[in-house]
C-alpha cells in the first residue's frame, strides 16, 4: 500500500476568502480529481450558505466543522525555538482555551447551522490551533463532543512544545483509553500550512516548501503512513491570493498521485476504520 493523503482545509475567515475558497476550491479539485475535507466554521458557513452547499452536493467535498466561532477548545502554550520569532514571539506564546461552558454552546450552535443549512450535522471536528495530546487528557471535552455527535477528530496537531512539526509515526487511533472507542483521531501532520513552516524554520518565504512536501510524500509511501495534511483559506480572498496559497498544494497532489498515494475524505476513512476496527 503506497499510503493515504487527508486533505483537509479549515475554511474559517468568514469574509471574501471563504466565500471564494467554496468556488475556486472546489474548481481545484475537479481540476486534480481529489476528494478532500473542509473544515468550515458554523460563521463561515452561515454567512455564504449556497457556496458552500453547492459544493456539499459535488461529491467531492466533505464539509465538516471547525466550530461555531473558532474557539480554541484547550489553551495552546507554545515554546518557541531558538531564534524564531511565533506569533511576535521570541520565547513563549500563549493562545487561551475557551471555558467548557464557551464550548458547550459554540459546538450546538454550530450543530444547529451545519442542520440548517445542509440539512445533516457534522461528524468531525478540526479544533482551532489543535493542540498536544489532542483531547487525550481532556475526557470531559470528549465527553462534549461526543455528545454534539463528532465522531473524527483533527485535535492533535501539535508536538510536545505546543509547536510543530508533528511526526508522521503518530497514527490516527481511537480514544479507547479515554472510553471513546468510537472517536477517532486523525491529527494534522507536519506543519499546519506554509506560514508555520517558514516560521518554526526561521525561513523568510516558503520556497523550500514544494521540496519539504515531496520528502514528506516519500516518507509516506516508505512507511503506508496516513498523512492528515493541512491548509486555510487564509489570503484566498482573490483568484491571485488563492492560486498563490495553491500552488505548492498542486505540487504536492500531483507528485504524490505520481506515487500512488490515495485521497480520501475523513468521512470515508472514519468509515473505513470503524468497519476494520478490533472489537
Ligand atoms: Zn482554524
Redesign the pocket.
Given at each position: 500500500m503506497p499510503g493515504t493523503i487527508l486533505l483537509g482545509v479549515?475554511v474559517?475567515m468568514a469574509n471574501e476568502s471563504s466565500a471564494n475558497y467554496a468556488q475556486l476550491g472546489l474548481d481545484f479539485l475537479q481540476q486534480e480529481s481529489i476528494p478532500a475535507t473542509w473544515?468550515v466554521?458554523g460563521q463561515s458557513l452561515q454567512r455564504y450558505p449556497k457556496p458552500f452547499a453547492d459544493a456539499d452536493r459535488s461529491g467531492l467535498v466533505d464539509i465538516q466543522s471547525?466550530t461555531y466561532s473558532?474557539l480554541l477548545l484547550k489553551t495552546v502554550l507554545i515554546e518557541v525555538p531558538p531564534g524564531c520569532t511565533i506569533h511576535g514571539k521570541k520565547d513563549w506564546y500563549m493562545q487561551p482555551g475557551g471555558t467548557v461552558e464557551q464550548i458547550d454552546a459554540d459546538l450546538d450552535r454550530c450543530q444547529k447551522v451545519f442542520q440548517d443549512i445542509l440539512g445533516r450535522r457534522a461528524l468531525g471536528l478540526?479544533c482551532?490551533?489543535c493542540y498536544y495530546r489532542g483531547l487525550g487528557d481532556r475526557p470531559d471535552l470528549l465527553d462534549i463532543v461526543h455528545k454534539h455527535g463528532f465522531r473524527f477528530l483533527r485535535s492533535f496537531g501539535r508536538n510536545e512544545k505546543d509547536g510543530q512539526p508533528v511526526p508522521m509515526v503518530w497514527q490516527p487511533f481511537f480514544y479507547r483509553a479515554q472510553n471513546f472507542p468510537d472517536v477517532l483521531e486523525l491529527f494534522a501532520h507536519d506543519y499546519q500550512d506554509d506560514f508555520y513552516y517558514i516560521a518554526f524554520n526561521n525561513l523568510l518565504d516558503a520556497g523550500t516548501y514544494p521540496e519539504h512536501l515531496r520528502r514528506m510524500a516519500e516518507h509516506v509511501v516508505a512507511n503506508n503512513f496516513v498523512w492528515s495534511l493541512a491548509t486555510?483559506d487564509h489570503s484566498c480572498d482573490t483568484p491571485e491570493g488563492f492560486a498563490q496559497k495553491t500552488s505548492w498544494l498542486r505540487d504536492l497532489v500531483r507528485y504524490a498521485k505520481g506515487l500512488g498515494i490515495r485521497f480520501l475524505t475523513g468521512s470515508q476513512y472514519y468509515a473505513q476504520r470503524l468497519a476494520t476496527r478490533p472489537v
Open positions: 479549515d474559517e473544515y466554521t471547525h473558532h478540526t482551532p490551533w486555510h
